[in-house]
């Protein structure tokens, strides 16, 4: 692939695209993504891991071991949000071309997204979760709302999965342009 086409891969939502270039698309995302996760957001103070060494040196106090990971949780939501507004575009192009493949115009995708943006939205306020005792230790539990959300978005993503990653798209012209593959109708 050339600059070309990986900027119209992730910078545009018109046309169409096979499962392969979806595939690999999203393969590239993950790579990016994981890069930023585990090798970046530490260095400027957003890793998702809590710090073990002080984790390690409040385990005998539960009010300091609360602390520690109320705050590990919420610098794993400002990431998690950090993250999704990096990816959330070139994730969209390549799952609209997609959903053009089959035919669709892809509103499926912007429900997932907006979901998903409200699920992110409820951590890092810290309303979609409770405290509970847990023998003198404090623990972040999910809401009820926020159960149920990640339990639909869960089905969507599901869904756009098995219809973007699995299944064959409309063969010859459709209403999104010619067929990706060069196939014509029988």
Known sequence: ???????????????????????????????????????????????????????????????????????AMGRSSWSGLLLFALFVYPASAILIKRRHDRDSAGNDVWIYFGLSIVLLLLQVSGFGFSMVDMGGFQVPVPTLMTTLLTAVLAIIGIYLLVVCGFLKGTEGTNTYGPDPLGGEPA
């Open 1 to 71: 692939m050339n600059i070309e086409s990986l900027k119209g891969l992730y910078l545009s939502r018109e046309g169409r695209i096979g499962r392969k270039t979806f595939w690999l698309g999203f393969l590239g995302l993950a790579v990016v993504s994981i890069l930023l996760s585990i090798v970046i957001m530490p260095m400027v103070g957003l890793g998702m891991m809590a710090d073990t060494s002080a984790m390690i040196a409040a385990s005998t106090d539960p009010a300091e071991m609360s602390r520690l990971a109320t705050q």
